[in-house]
């Protein structure tokens, strides 16, 4: 088995930060020599071209007082950490206050989501919203399955360690995406270019989208069983995956953030919302187009990677306004200018029948482009009360211990279901799982299923991967047949508790699972039998579903 080797390894990016206090701070002279580079001169090297001006103002980051002749009266008050969220309001946050409070707020520290979802899954609120906080969390059933499983992978984590392999780079506040080298004998790189395997110690878990987007699936042990094993690998930290088919815009060599603005990631794309962009931003856009008149303050202009005249255009996002720098408009269409370098990519626009066709109008993109989505139909958990185990909140090892099993891992196409906004999209098994905690009379069982960005975008599905399948549909995989006006469905897994197959989120009858956000919701059976009619107009029959 051999070890793959990680990802697009220095995939660069750029996010907006508001640099114009760093500036004028630079500019200004120190109130004292600055006395810590007669001990720490080699830390003059490293830095990027934004951070400059701290190589010789180290209390501007550090603090501690630069006019002492003594290490202890130096190094009073020093913060050796200073992108730590504890600390990054009086250090970062002195240069870039807004984005150190949309940080403190977003999704990315708090793991709202997460947190609702969890507890209400385990019954412990109504719904799955709220204002969950995982610097929050207490010591019931769902707070502690949190704290032992799921809390490592936020920004209020301490920067625990730095080193070769990013699926485990995680925590840190702002180091966590922009330190970016720390070579040995020299400053660490603060760079607003932040690579792409920045990302992965926390996305390649959970839905797994910076794994998929490179093309890597996560697989169970039962794939060493497989007798040719050679599209095998595995991760650091232990994780089987195998390859499957790359997202377009990373065969197009395209990072993260050419995508992800630094405003959507830093916590200003609007309440409730972690993501600022849109498909349509680049290929359908019909949003307001600002000039260098209209320049937002904290954007420099010097990012901009082509040439630019008095008249020149520029595109923003719908949902924020921020400005896509980066994507040039010229007369014969939109180009995108990688962050990270590289020839400009002529953007395409939607052009097609299928784009414009009504019946399509709730579909969002994803709906017919996603190639795959990494799935698991079985869970179970269960506390041991007499284990120990990490407890990411406290960082250290208490009493009890979650342990966790999964089976039916798959990275198929994705069943389809509509977001809480009334979209057609993909989702996913949330959670299909049975839990178990001493506290309760008996194990509790929950199907819920999660709307999914799967960042493995590729060409269109075909109209019967939709219109002629259970799968797709919500129904699980088996065969389908009409019974006079009606459609039967038989399917190949075993009913669970809910009376549902094993693999289903819905059925004919009407019977469903949930979701894991209010509103949203699997198809109707009348929903069901319109895509499944359509289905019979097509060259491929509907007798027989499509299976992973």
């Known amino acids: 088995m051999r070890l793959f080797p990680f990802i697009q390894a220095g995939v660069l990016l750029i996010v907006a930060l508001g640099l114009a206090g760093c500036q ?11 006395g810590c580079l007669a001990c720490h001169q080699i830390l003059l090297r490293g830095f990027a071209p934004g951070h400059g001006f701290a190589a010789s103002e180290c209390t501007a ?10 290490e202890t009266a130096a190094h009073a008050g020093m913060i050796a950490s200073p992108g730590e969220l ?22 990315m520290h708090t793991g709202a989501g997460m947190v609702n ?34 809390a490592s992978c936020h920004l209020g984590q301490p920067k625990s360690r730095d080193g070769p392999d990013p699926v485990t780079y995680r925590g840190g506040g702002c180091l966590a995406c922009h330190l970016s080298e720390a070579p040995p004998g020299m400053h660490p790189t603060l760079s607003p270019r932040v690579r792409d395997e920045r990302c992965l110690g926390c996305h390649a878990r959970s839905s797994r989208i910076s794994l998929s987007y490179a093309g890597l699936a996560e697989v169970d042990d039962t794939a060493l069983a497989r007798q040719d094993r050679s599209g095998l690998g595995q991760l650091a930290d232990g994780r089987l995956v195998e390859h499957r088919p790359r997202d377009v815009h990373h065969r197009a060599g395209m990072g993260c953030i050419d995508c992800h603005t630094g405003t959507g ?6 309440k409730g919302r972690s993501v600022d962009i849109q498909c349509t931003d680049c290929h359908d856009n019909r949003s307001p ?34 400005v896509l720098w980066h994507v040039e408009v010229r007369s014969d269409g939109l180009y995108l200018h990688p962050k990270r370098g590289g020839r400009a990519l002529r953007i395409p626009e939607l052009e097609s029948k299928a784009h414009r066709d009504s019946a399509h109008a709730r579909l969002n993109c994803q709906a017919c482009h996603a ?5 698991c139909y079985g869970c179970h958990m269960a506390f041991d009360p007499a284990g120990h185990q990490w407890d990411h909140l406290s960082r250290a090892e208490t009493p009890g211990r979650w342990v966790q099993n999964r089976s039916d891992v798959r990275n198929v196409a994705p069943p ?19 839990v178990d905690h001493p506290d309760w009379d008996a194990p509790r069982f929950r199907r819920l299923f999660g709307a999914i960005a799967p960042h493995t975008t590729g060409s269109s599905r075909s109209c019967a991967s939709c219109h002629s399948s259970s799968v797709a549909v919500g129904l699980g995989a088996g065969t389908l047949h009409r019974d006079g006006e009606a459609w039967v469905h038989e399917g190949r897994y075993r009913l669970l508790q809910d009376g549902l197959a094993a693999d289903a989120w819905t059925s004919l009858s009407g019977a469903a699972g949930e979701s894991t956000k209010h509103g949203a919701r699997p198809f109707t059976p009348g929903e069901i039998r319109r895509i499944l009619d359509v289905g019979l107009t097509l060259d491929t029959p509907a007798q027989q579903a499509a299976s992973p």
Request: hydrophobic share 30%.
């Open 24 to 34: 004028a701070r630079g500019q200004a002279s120190p109130p004292h020599p600055q």
């Open 61 to 70: 980051c550090h603090h501690g007082d630069p006019a002492a002749t003594g």
């Open 86 to 107: 504890r600390n990054a309001p009086s250090t970062c946050g002195e240069c870039h206050p807004g984005r150190v409070a949309g940080v403190m707020g977003g999704a």
């Open 117 to 150: 979802v969890t507890r209400y899954v385990l019954g412990e609120q109504k719904t799955s919203e709220g204002d969950g906080d995982l610097e929050g969390l207490g010591n019931s059933p769902a707070d502690s399955l949190l704290r032992k499983l799921c």
């Open 265 to 270: 990631l830093m916590g200003g794309a609007g």
């Open 289 to 322: 187009r600002i000039g260098l008149d209209d320049w937002p303050a904290g954007v420099p202009r010097r990012w901009i990677p082509y040439p630019i005249s008095s008249g020149q255009r520029f595109l923003t996002t719908a949902r924020s306004g921020a």
């Open 371 to 375: 190639q795959w989505a990494p799935q």
């Open 416 to 434: 389809l279901g509509v977001t809480d906004g009334g979209r057609v999209a993909p989702f996913v098994p949330g959670m299909i799982l049975t």
